[in-house]
């Protein structure tokens, strides 16, 4: 594990780079997003937004969703296309996360994907997951 200088002199570690490079970000900070798992249902999504933002930030806000296999998953809200919030425009599909505005699909690992009329999968832009799991009872997100 290395670390790296950036500019403005922060130091950050090579490892949590790569993390965010490849479309997951982490820290330490598990946040439970809620107390009572089984109330997301599969194919269900809720929208998580931070009740006390440190000052002068705005609130972290992540929309956690269950497959139908009963696997959940955690990511950025806003759909990478044209933002719309998958909060409201979103749809769970089997394992994946549509966004109905334009039916880009999003896998539980944030790969982005479109299919065409034919069948055919195009790779999109990818959208940021965040660690989530599933712990006495309730659901946490690692933010
Ligand atoms: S805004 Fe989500 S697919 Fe276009």
Redesign the pocket.
Known sequence: MGTDTTENGATENSTDKNKVENGMAESNNWVCVLEDSSQLKPLQIMEWVESNPAAGRPPKEVVVWRSESGEVCAMEPR??????H?GN?GLVVGEEMI??????AFEKNGCGW?ENEAGRRDR?SDIEVFPCKEEDGGIFVQL
């Open positions: 759909c990478p296309h044209q933002w719309s998958l425009e966004c109905v505005t334009h039916f880009w479109k999109k």
